[in-house]
C-alpha cells in the first residue's frame, strides 16, 4: 500500500511500489500534487490521502506521460481538483489522435485503448516563459528541464525541494534498466547540466527517492545515457536501416517482444540514432526509399 513521508517543511511525497508523487500541503490542509501517478495504483494513492484526511486542490503536470497523468481525472473527479499543464501538454491532451504527438508509432486505435486515461483537460496552461505558478498562498518555480519528453517540467516548492520528474533515474534503476528513454537526448543532457547549476534543499525524482546530492547522481546519469549512445553505435560499423537497429536493440536487451515492445523500441531507436546524427557520429544514405545509417568514417580515423 501507498505511504506518506514528510521530505521538508510542508513538502511530502506519495510512495507507491514504484513511484514517488510530491505534494505540498497548503495551510487549508488541502494539497497541490506534482504529477499523479500510474491509474493502476490510484486506488492506493486515493487511501492514503484520505486515511491523513487530505483533498487534491491543484495537480501540476511534469509532463504527459501515462505514468504521470493515469490519476489527473480521477482527482478531478473526487476533489474537484484543477489542473496545471503546459500549454504543449495541454494541447495533445486533447484526444487520441493529439496524443500521437506523444506515442508517435502508435496508431489512433491503440491509444485510445490502452491509454484512455491519458485524455484529460487542463484547467490552467502555463506557457514555456512562465517562471512561476502560484496556487493559494503557495508559489512554486518552473523548472523547464525538456529532453525525455517535448516539454518536460520540475517544480520546485515553497521549501526549496525540487521535483525533477523523470530527468534523473537513481542508482538502483540505472542498474536495473536494460533502456533508457529520452524524446531527445541532447536537451535531456542540456537539461541534466542545467540542473548541476542549482542548490535545492533535496530533489525528488519520480521513479526513485530523495536526494540531496544531485551532483553525483546527475554524472551517473550522463554516464549511462552517452554508454547507451555507445552502444547504439557499435551496431552501426556497416550500413543499418532505423529497423535493423531497434531490432538488434531488441534482442540484445529485451526478453519479451509483442508489438506494444517493437513500437516502444523503434522510439527509443529513433531518439539514439538522431542524437548520434546531431552530434556528427553518424553518416546516411538513402537506398531504394530506405534511409541507412553508419557510424562516422573520421570517428575511425
Known amino acids: 500500500m501507498a505511504s506518506i513521508k514528510q521530505v521538508c517543511g510542508s513538502t511530502f ?11 505540498y500541503k497548503l ?3 488541502e494539497i497541490v500534487l506534482m504529477d499523479s501517478g500510474f491509474p493502476h495504483e490510484g486506488d492506493e494513492i486515493q487511501a492514503a490521502l484520505e486515511a491523513e484526511g487530505l483533498r487534491v486542490r491543484a495537480i501540476l503536470t511534469s509532463h504527459v506521460h501515462y505514468d504521470h497523468v493515469g490519476n ?10 484543477e489542473v496545471y499543464m503546459s500549454a504543449y501538454d495541454a494541447g495533445i491532451a486533447q484526444t487520441p489522435l493529439t496524443l500521437q504527438a506523444c506515442f508517435y508509432a502508435n496508431s489512433v486505435s491503440e491509444i485510445e485503448a490502452t491509454y484512455p486515461y ?7 496552461t502555463l506557457p514555456t516563459e512562465t517562471g512561476t505558478v502560484t496556487i493559494d498562498e503557495a508559489t512554486f518555480t518552473i523548472l523547464h528541464l525538456p529532453g525525455h519528453s517535448h516539454c518536460h517540467w520540475g517544480y520546485v516548492t515553497p521549501d526549496e ?16 534498466t536494460s533502456l533508457l528513454f529520452g524524446q531527445d537526448w541532447r536537451e535531456t543532457l542540456r537539461s541534466i547540466d542545467r540542473l548541476c547549476t542549482t542548490d535545492f534543499r533535496a530533489y525528488i525524482l ?13 554524472r551517473r546519469n550522463r554516464e549511462a545515457i552517452l554508454g547507451q549512445m555507445e552502444w ?4 552501426l560499423k556497416d550500413w543499418k536501416s532505423r529497423q535493423e537497429v531497434t531490432a538488434l536493440m531488441i534482442r540484445e536487451r529485451c526478453r519479451r517482444v509483442d508489438k506494444a515492445r517493437v513500437r516502444m523500441i523503434s522510439r527509443f531507436a529513433a531518439a539514439a540514432l538522431n542524437y548520434l546524427e546531431d552530434t556528427g557520429a553518424l553518416e546516411f544514405q538513402v537506398e531504394d526509399g530506405v534511409l ?9 580515423a
Open 206 to 218: 519520480a521513479h526513485s527517492d530523495v536526494v540531496e546530492d544531485v551532483q553525483t547522481l546527475a
Open 13 to 23: 511525497c506519495i510512495v507507491t511500489g514504484s513511484m514517488h508523487i510530491p505534494f
Open 118 to 124: 491519458m485524455v484529460c483537460r487542463a484547467d490552467h
Open 72 to 81: 489527473h481525472t480521477r482527482f478531478r473527479t473526487a476533489y474537484g481538483a
Open 27 to 29: 495551510k487549508s490542509g
Open 292 to 300: 541507412y545509417y553508419r557510424k562516422a568514417q573520421e570517428r575511425d
Open 161 to 176: 525541494v525540487a521535483y525533477v520528474g523523470d530527468l534523473l533515474m537513481g542508482e538502483a534503476d540505472l542498474e536495473a
Open 232 to 235: 547504439v553505435l557499435s551496431f
